[in-house]
């Protein structure tokens, strides 16, 4: 069962604009879900959560969307730069420790 | 501070060998992870440890197996080595076991052939 699912593999977006990433899950069970940044040969970093009671959590450039009725959860953002350019990952988390990644959007920045 | 670092960096070996990676968590973090990356695959989750103890394993066989030791670096081990075992393979760690904030080593690249 994957719980979390990143239907879109890559996206491309020019600098300044608006960079949006989705994710779906399944399961209505969690307390957090978390994104991920990922570069080559380096591994994930975390870049901002929410919770399970929130509908958004907003940190500098990065907001996080939770539309819990459509299971469906985005980050956003806004300005994008070049060094934003990496793989995000959306994750979920409940406070039974357990973990599931989703399998990344290839985020890439034009400048 | 240090990161977690793990080692090797690379790791070439052939089918049926064992492996052994290894992990050492954030100075103060209790709580080891270990992940497994395959190509266009994302992170699947594989064991987790925490204060010494295995907490919660992923969907895997049972020839994945590790170990946390008492300054809570964790070893994980590979038996019968298989093709489809060729993957970058990602330790994390974090706080405590109700810590979801988990940061990442660089991981190891296993190639099996």
């Known amino acids: 069962d994957q719980q979390v699912k990143q239907n879109s593999p890559s996206l491309s977006v020019q600098e300044g604009r608006i960079s949006i990433l989705n994710c779906d899950y399944t399961?209505?069970?969690?307390?957090?879900f978390l994104w991920y940044k990922k570069y080559p040969a380096e591994g994930p970093t975390f870049l901002i959560s929410?919770?399970?009671?929130?509908d958004k959590n907003e940190d500098g450039r990065f907001t996080v969307f939770l539309n819990k009725s459509a299971k469906h959860l985005s980050l956003h953002i806004v300005p994008s730069q070049p060094g934003d350019s990496a793989v995000y990952f959306c994750a979920r988390w409940n406070t039974g420790n357990q973990f599931y990644f989703g399998t990344g959007t290839s985020l890439t920045v034009i400048p | 501070e240090a990161g977690v670092t793990q080692s090797p960096t690379h790791l070439i070996k052939t089918r049926g060998q064992q492996v052994t990676l290894r992990c050492s968590p954030i100075s103060g973090h209790t709580s080891v992870y270990w992940y497994q990356q395959a190509l266009g695959l994302g992170l699947q989750f594989l064991l987790w440890y925490d204060e010494g103890e295995e907490r919660n394993r992923g969907n895997f066989p049972p020839r994945f197996s590790g170990r946390q030791f008492p300054n809570y670096s964790s070893e994980l081990n590979v038996n019968a080595l298989e093709l489809e075992d060729s993957a970058l393979y990602l330790c994390?760690?974090?706080?405590?076991?109700?810590?979801?904030?988990?940061?990442f080593g660089p991981g190891t690249r296993l190639t099996v052939t």
């Open positions: 929410i919770s399970s009671i929130k």
């Open positions: 994390a760690s974090s706080l405590g076991r109700t810590a979801y904030e988990q940061y």
């Open positions: 399961n209505s069970m969690f307390d957090y």
